[in-house]
């Protein structure tokens, strides 16, 4: 089993910057991909960002594409996701996830979640 525990969010101005942290435990797989989710309010969970554990290839939703970027930390087993230029609509519950094979932006595709974490971004 794979636990993951989101950490970071927060209130931040609108352009203002926030890191989320996801640190894994359990067992991992080399070619696992994590992910980060959001789901504002009254909408379905997106897609936001994704990386393989093994490699250094990142995959971007659209609508965040330039302002975030995820990375990884191996040794740490931790996830991260850098979000800068925040805009009101980046206001979600943020979640990560992994994957044991392979990569995909479908919420369904993944096999582990942490519990969330807010982020609020005022205008």
């Known amino acids: 089993q794979v636990q993951l525990v989101e950490s970071g969010g927060g209130l931040v101005q609108a352009g203002g910057s926030l890191r989320l942290s996801c640190a894994a435990s359990g067992r991992t797989f080399s070619n696992s991909v994590m992910g980060w989710f959001r789901q504002r309010p009254g909408k379905e969970r997106e897609f936001v960002a994704a990386v393989r554990w093994s490699a250094d290839i990142t995959y971007y939703g659209d609508s965040v594409k330039g302002r975030f970027t995820i990375s990884r930390d191996n040794a740490k087993n931790t996830v991260y996701l850098q979000m800068n230029s925040l805009k009101p609509e980046d206001t979600a519950v943020y979640y990560c996830?992994?994957?044991?094979?392979?990569?995909?932006?479908?919420?369904?595709?993944?096999?582990?979640w942490g519990q969330g974490t807010q982020v609020t971004v005022s205008s």
């Open positions: 996830a992994g994957r044991r094979f392979g990569y995909s932006r479908d919420v369904g595709a993944y096999d582990y």
